[in-house]
């Protein structure tokens, strides 16, 4: 059982290593562009059912998250300052499955943000083929509170970049705090 939460743990800081090699490497990327990661199903990220476990997307998630924020700039100030990120919603839909050994990649792009949040589309293709997508709504906390997205920009080189429309399925549950 050791042996096997050591493989398990050794693989998530592999691919984290991958991740931020590979987002090195590819240079600076663009806001509007969509950073792609790829994976194989391994036989330990599957479920009892013989697909990738639910929970392993939001793993893998967590992943392409680190590519996009490193690729835009603002990896190296993010670790400088110790903002962590905050996940304030994720909205996921299970198309197909992903069986043992199939080759996919993620892709991750912003979709919209507000002077807090950022609002992240994710999306597992097969080939040509949706197999899942979430939708995440994100920030970063710093030691005065949640950093402004206008100072995050400003580290992406595209401080003037402007937004898209917010998904409708993060405004239908907006609400002011009590």
Known sequence: ??????????NLYGRLLYTIFISW???????????VLHFR???????????VN??????LMDLGRVQLMARLGMGRKILAERWMPVIGSVHMRYRRSLPPFRAFR????????????????????????LMAVG?????????QGSVPVAELLSLSGEPEAVSGPIPEVFLSVRSPRP
């Not at 639910?54 to 793993?59: D, F, M, V, W």
């Not at 892709?107 to 609002?119: G, H, S, V």
């Open 1 to 10: 059982m050791a042996a096997r939460r050591l493989f398990l743990l050794m």
């Open 135 to 143: 939708l995440v709504k994100g920030l970063f906390r710093g030691g």
């Open 54 to 59: 639910n929970g392993r997307y939001l793993t």
């Open 106 to 129: 993620l892709e991750t792009r912003i979709l919209a943000w507000d002077e807090k949040w950022f609002f992240i589309e994710q999306k597992f293709m097969a080939g040509e083929e």
């Open 41 to 51: 199903a391994w036989p330990h990220d599957l479920d009892i059912n013989l697909h």
């Open 25 to 35: 490497w590819q240079g600076r990327g663009e806001i509007a562009e969509a950073q």
